[in-house]
């Protein structure tokens, strides 16, 4: 059954993202597109549905964490040069408000530092311009080959 939020359309410049496993795809759609502030960091969005939603009708946390928490490690892999495989090491979440079915979710995403062995950035989850989450993560490379980034927006 369609949902009434199935119908809005997506605002310009974003792009649907194929990146991520099969737990961040099940978000989705989720877009991207580069920021506007020159950091050459992506915005991250969906479009709220009642799949995100808890027993009252509003964004589950975990929902909310877990697009904080991808939309953090996205960007501190696509700013390291050249991209390597991290994880997240530590991620602390405010929930300061909520979203509902139909409103356009974007995780705006600051890098803080990258080292050598662990990156630093917050995230800031917004509906417009109220902020629903404040996030700070702590990411650390894995060893592993360098993996080839997957979004192109």
């Known amino acids: 059954m369609s949902q009434p939020e ?31 502030d020159g950091s050459g960091t992506q915005v991250v969005a969906l479009r709220v549905q009642h799949k995100h939603t808890n027993v009252l009708g509003v964004t589950h946390g975990g929902m909310l964490a877990t697009l904080a928490d991808c939309a953090l490690g996205m960007n501190v892999v696509l700013q390291r040069d ?40 917050e995230c800031l989850l917004q509906v417009e311009d109220r902020v629903i989450l404040r996030a700070s993560g702590v990411f650390s490379v894995t060893g592993r080959e360098p993996v080839k980034p997957r979004v192109k927006l």
């Open 6 to 36: 199935d119908d809005l359309p997506v605002p310009p410049g974003f792009q649907t993202i194929h990146h991520g496993g099969p737990y961040f795809a099940a978000l989705g759609p989720v877009y991207g597109k580069p920021a506007e």
């Open 82 to 121: 050249p991209p390597q495989s991290m994880v997240t090491v530590s991620l602390t979440s405010d929930f300061l408000s909520s979203a509902k079915p139909g409103e356009w979710l974007e995780a705006h995403v600051t890098i803080r530092r990258q080292g050598a062995r662990l990156a630093f950035a």
